[in-house]
């Protein structure tokens, strides 16, 4: 198993560009998350799904938009990127009855 | 709302000396607790996890947790460091019971001395 796999591993947009960061886990796990890593400020929960077609906002979700068709894949799509968004992103899942988190090894963006 | 502190930001400890991280959370009953570790440059990985029971647990790596509700803490310690055990640490908790969702702290970046 590949685990969670994210795409790609560095990104420089310029402002107002979009993009959109690939997640995807072939354990069929039905929880998918989306996090943000800042320095000195830990992870902010931006999404998070709890199985395809169900999708909620988590603690920053202002900027970012997600989909969830499918178990595998959850993209996370930003929309007129603004210097603010620079961070290290992080794909997780979960699966059901297990509270333990799986992570992606992250994209770092930077939006110059 | 529930929370996570992590009141270390930095701790240097020397290699083989032993090691204790602080976690202190806000949470209205009992909590779903965790430890994740980072490595440089790559995602989190869980340590170890409290439910209930036994309030000292053990996990990956040679560390333990202790949970104690009248402090509301759940401290991370080791009794001998190695050079590999430097990266940064984050406790967690989950947002509710039966949620999947998790709060995390800011982090605890430890530095091992050789």
């Known amino acids: 198993n590949a685990g969670v796999t994210q795409t790609p591993k560095f990104r420089i947009l310029k402002i107002g560009q979009s993009m959109t960061l690939q997640c995807a886990q072939d354990m069929n796990h039905n929880y998918m998350y989306w996090y943000r890593q800042d320095p000195g400020m830990g992870l902010k929960l931006i999404y998070y799904?709890?199985?395809?077609?169900?999708?909620d906002k988590g603690e920053v979700p202002n900027g970012y938009n997600v989909s969830r068709s499918t178990t595998e894949d959850f993209p996370l799509r930003l929309e007129l990127a603004a210097p603010s968004q620079t961070s290290v992103y992080f794909c997780a899942t979960t699966p059901d009855g297990v509270r333990e988190q799986f992570f992606g090894p992250g994209t770092r963006l930077t939006v110059l | 709302a529930q929370s996570v502190t992590q009141p270390d930001i930095h701790i240097t400890v020397s290699e083989g000396a032993s090691l204790e991280l602080r976690c202190n959370y806000s949470?209205?009953?009992?909590?779903?607790l965790f430890w994740y570790v980072q490595s440089p440059g790559q995602g989190l990985q869980l340590l170890l996890k409290?439910?209930?029971?036994?309030?000292l647990v053990q996990g990956i790596k040679g560390f333990e947790a202790e949970f104690k509700r009248s402090q509301s803490s759940f401290n991370l310690r080791k009794p001998s460091v190695h050079w590999s055990d430097a990266a940064e640490y984050f406790c967690a908790v989950e947002v509710a019971s039966g949620t999947y969702k998790y709060i995390f702290g800011t982090g605890t970046r430890l530095k091992v001395l050789a």
């Open positions: 409290y439910f209930s029971g036994d309030t």
């Open positions: 799904s709890v199985g395809a077609g169900i999708t």
């Open positions: 949470y209205g009953a009992t909590p779903y």
